[in-house]
């Protein structure tokens, strides 16, 4: 079993940041790519990004590029998602995955075998 700990969501203003943190147990090592996603209220979870543990190699969704950026410790098996400039549609529960399919899978939900719970952002006009 792996598990998945989402943090630092909260309400921020529209242009604000908040950076989401991630916390992996150590067998999420064994998925050589973790991902996030977001579910807003009434929509279907959409892909925001995802990273390769190994090699740090990112992908985002074009909703997100210029705005969002996916880092990871190794040390510390933390996974983080800073997202700037802020605007009121990116409110939704975000959450981490850890997949085992290569990055160019990262877009597709299915491909995700674990999930964490979620932590919600809430960004006001």
């Known amino acids: 079993q792996v598990q998945l700990v989402e943090s630092g969501g909260g309400l921020v203003q529209a242009g604000g940041s908040l950076r989401l943190s991630c916390a992996a147990d150590?067998?999420?090592?064994?998925?050589?790519?973790m991902g996030w996603f977001r579910q807003a209220p009434g929509k279907d979870r959409e892909f925001v990004g995802a990273?390769?543990?190994?090699?740090?190699?990112?992908r985002y969704a074009d909703s997100v590029k210029g705005r969002f950026t996916i880092s990871r410790d190794n040390a510390k098996n933390t996974v983080y998602l800073q997202m700037n400039s802020l605007l009121p549609e990116d409110t939704a529960i975000y959450l981490c995955?850890?997949?085992?399919?290569?990055?160019?899978?990262?877009?597709?939900?299915?491909?995700?075998?674990?999930w964490g719970q979620g932590t919600q952002v809430t960004v006001s006009s």
């Open positions: 995955a850890a997949s085992g399919f290569s990055l160019e899978y990262s877009d597709d939900d299915v491909r995700y075998a674990y």
């Open positions: 150590g067998r999420a090592f064994r998925m050589p790519n």
């Open positions: 990273i390769t543990w190994s090699t740090g190699s990112t």
